[in-house]
Protein backbone atom coordinates (compact mmCIF):
# COMPACT_ATOMS: atom_id res chain seq x y z
CA UNK A 1 0.00 0.00 0.00
CA UNK A 2 1.66 3.24 -0.97
CA UNK A 3 1.78 5.99 1.83
CA UNK A 4 1.44 9.59 1.29
CA UNK A 5 3.43 11.99 3.58
CA UNK A 6 5.44 15.16 4.06
CA UNK A 7 8.62 14.80 3.14
CA UNK A 8 11.61 15.53 5.58
CA UNK A 9 15.37 15.97 4.75
CA UNK A 10 16.21 12.17 5.16
CA UNK A 11 14.28 11.64 1.64
CA UNK A 12 16.94 14.00 0.26
CA UNK A 13 19.07 11.15 -1.51
CA UNK A 14 16.00 9.10 -2.69
CA UNK A 15 14.37 11.59 -4.35
CA UNK A 16 17.53 12.86 -6.16
CA UNK A 17 18.00 9.58 -7.49
CA UNK A 18 14.38 9.55 -8.44
CA UNK A 19 14.84 12.61 -10.32
CA UNK A 20 18.36 11.36 -11.75
CA UNK A 21 17.08 9.32 -14.59
CA UNK A 22 14.64 12.23 -16.13
CA UNK A 23 17.57 14.69 -15.93
CA UNK A 24 19.77 12.30 -18.06
CA UNK A 25 18.06 10.87 -20.27
CA UNK A 26 14.68 13.04 -21.19
CA UNK A 27 13.63 16.46 -21.94
CA UNK A 28 11.32 17.09 -19.42
CA UNK A 29 13.62 18.66 -17.02
CA UNK A 30 15.56 21.14 -18.52
CA UNK A 31 18.18 20.78 -16.09
CA UNK A 32 21.51 18.75 -17.29
CA UNK A 33 23.08 17.50 -14.33
CA UNK A 34 21.84 15.28 -11.77
CA UNK A 35 21.77 16.66 -8.06
CA UNK A 36 22.89 15.34 -5.45
CA UNK A 37 21.50 14.64 -2.30
CA UNK A 38 22.89 17.71 -0.57
CA UNK A 39 21.62 20.04 -3.43
CA UNK A 40 18.55 18.22 -3.18
CA UNK A 41 18.19 18.99 0.45
CA UNK A 42 19.48 22.61 -0.34
CA UNK A 43 15.88 23.16 -2.68
CA UNK A 44 14.11 21.13 0.02
CA UNK A 45 15.38 23.60 2.55
CA UNK A 46 14.44 26.70 0.30
CA UNK A 47 10.78 26.05 0.87
CA UNK A 48 11.13 27.61 3.87
CA UNK A 49 7.91 25.98 5.64
CA UNK A 50 5.77 27.80 2.59
CA UNK A 51 6.35 25.36 0.01
CA UNK A 52 5.25 21.81 0.37
CA UNK A 53 7.31 18.52 -0.14
CA UNK A 54 5.19 15.40 -0.36
CA UNK A 55 6.84 11.75 -0.72
CA UNK A 56 4.79 8.53 -2.00
CA UNK A 57 6.29 5.25 0.20
CA UNK A 58 5.78 1.92 -1.31
CA UNK A 59 4.79 -1.31 1.73
CA UNK A 60 8.60 -1.14 2.70
CA UNK A 61 8.98 2.58 3.51
CA UNK A 62 11.03 3.45 -0.01
CA UNK A 63 10.13 6.50 -1.43
CA UNK A 64 9.06 5.78 -4.86
CA UNK A 65 7.81 8.99 -5.94
CA UNK A 66 7.56 12.98 -4.84
CA UNK A 67 5.50 16.46 -5.73
CA UNK A 68 6.64 19.91 -4.49
CA UNK A 69 5.65 23.68 -5.24
CA UNK A 70 7.98 26.13 -5.05
CA UNK A 71 7.41 29.71 -5.94
CA UNK A 72 5.92 30.66 -9.30
CA UNK A 73 8.14 33.49 -10.27
CA UNK A 74 10.31 36.11 -8.25
CA UNK A 75 8.48 39.06 -8.12
CA UNK A 76 6.58 39.59 -4.98
CA UNK A 77 2.74 40.03 -6.97
CA UNK A 78 2.88 36.52 -7.92
CA UNK A 79 3.23 35.18 -4.66
CA UNK A 80 -0.08 33.75 -4.32
CA UNK A 81 0.59 31.35 -7.20
CA UNK A 82 3.15 28.66 -7.12
CA UNK A 83 4.53 26.06 -9.97
CA UNK A 84 4.00 22.75 -8.85
CA UNK A 85 6.28 19.51 -9.81
CA UNK A 86 5.80 15.51 -9.45
CA UNK A 87 8.10 13.16 -10.55
CA UNK A 88 7.48 8.93 -9.61
CA UNK A 89 10.01 6.25 -10.69
CA UNK A 90 9.38 4.75 -13.37
CA UNK A 91 9.51 1.34 -11.85
CA UNK A 92 6.13 2.46 -9.64
CA UNK A 93 4.32 4.77 -12.66
CA UNK A 94 0.49 3.49 -13.68
CA UNK A 95 -0.04 2.74 -10.23
CA UNK A 96 -2.13 6.18 -9.41
CA UNK A 97 1.10 7.28 -7.49
CA UNK A 98 1.36 10.67 -9.29
CA UNK A 99 -2.29 11.38 -8.77
CA UNK A 100 -2.60 10.80 -5.22
CA UNK A 101 0.40 12.48 -4.52
CA UNK A 102 -0.87 15.84 -7.08
CA UNK A 103 -4.24 15.61 -5.35
CA UNK A 104 -2.11 15.89 -1.88
CA UNK A 105 0.20 19.36 -2.95
CA UNK A 106 -3.01 20.59 -4.39
CA UNK A 107 -4.78 20.32 -0.97
CA UNK A 108 -2.38 21.53 0.77
CA UNK A 109 -1.87 24.41 -1.57
CA UNK A 110 -5.45 25.34 -1.68
CA UNK A 111 -5.40 25.62 2.57
CA UNK A 112 -2.62 27.61 2.56
CA UNK A 113 -4.25 30.41 0.83
CA UNK A 114 -2.49 30.24 -2.99
CA UNK A 115 -4.45 30.83 -5.59
CA UNK A 116 -3.17 29.19 -8.92
CA UNK A 117 -1.42 26.47 -9.31
CA UNK A 118 0.89 26.49 -12.69
CA UNK A 119 2.29 22.95 -14.28
CA UNK A 120 5.00 23.52 -16.30
CA UNK A 121 5.80 20.92 -19.33
CA UNK A 122 8.38 20.13 -22.16
CA UNK A 123 6.11 19.62 -25.25
CA UNK A 124 5.39 17.27 -26.77
CA UNK A 125 4.46 15.13 -23.78
CA UNK A 126 1.23 14.09 -24.19
CA UNK A 127 0.73 11.77 -20.82
CA UNK A 128 1.71 14.86 -18.70
CA UNK A 129 -0.73 17.15 -20.69
CA UNK A 130 -3.73 14.45 -19.96
CA UNK A 131 -2.77 14.11 -16.56
CA UNK A 132 -2.51 17.52 -15.54
CA UNK A 133 -5.85 18.31 -17.42
CA UNK A 134 -7.45 15.03 -15.47
CA UNK A 135 -6.85 16.85 -12.20
CA UNK A 136 -8.18 20.54 -13.51
CA UNK A 137 -5.26 22.49 -15.30
CA UNK A 138 -5.75 24.08 -18.64
CA UNK A 139 -3.34 25.09 -20.97
CA UNK A 140 -2.47 28.73 -20.42
CA UNK A 141 0.51 29.19 -23.16
CA UNK A 142 3.38 27.92 -24.73
CA UNK A 143 7.21 29.53 -25.23
CA UNK A 144 8.38 28.17 -28.75
CA UNK A 145 11.58 26.38 -28.63
CA UNK A 146 12.93 28.22 -25.43
CA UNK A 147 15.45 24.94 -24.12
CA UNK A 148 18.09 23.13 -25.74
CA UNK A 149 18.71 19.64 -24.75
CA UNK A 150 19.31 16.10 -25.55
CA UNK A 151 20.82 18.06 -29.51
CA UNK A 152 17.03 19.46 -29.64
CA UNK A 153 15.10 22.65 -29.07
CA UNK A 154 12.12 22.01 -27.22
CA UNK A 155 9.05 23.98 -26.33
CA UNK A 156 7.42 24.54 -22.71
CA UNK A 157 3.74 24.62 -21.98
CA UNK A 158 2.33 26.36 -19.49
CA UNK A 159 -1.09 24.83 -16.96
CA UNK A 160 -2.77 26.58 -15.10
CA UNK A 161 -5.37 25.43 -12.01
CA UNK A 162 -6.82 27.83 -10.13
CA UNK A 163 -6.79 26.80 -6.11
CA UNK A 164 -9.29 29.46 -4.83
CA UNK A 165 -11.08 32.20 -6.10
CA UNK A 166 -8.34 35.24 -5.62
CA UNK A 167 -10.17 37.30 -2.83
CA UNK A 168 -9.70 41.34 -3.50
CA UNK A 169 -7.67 41.49 -0.59
CA UNK A 170 -5.47 38.36 -0.04
CA UNK A 171 -4.59 37.16 3.17
CA UNK A 172 -0.38 35.89 2.48
CA UNK A 173 -0.07 32.20 2.43
CA UNK A 174 0.26 30.51 5.37
CA UNK A 175 3.16 28.62 6.27
CA UNK A 176 3.10 25.14 6.92
CA UNK A 177 2.95 23.97 10.46
Keep these: MTTIRAATLDDAAAIAAIYAPFVTGTAVTFETEPLSSAAMTERMQAAGGLYPWFVATDDDGKVIGYAYATKFRERAAYRFAVETTVYVDPRAQRG ?21 AMGVITIPNIPSIRFHEALGFVQAGVFHKVGYKLGAWHDVGYWQ ?14 RLT
Design 96 to 116: GIATSLYRRLLDTLTTQGFTQ
Design 161 to 174: RPLAAPPDKPEEPS
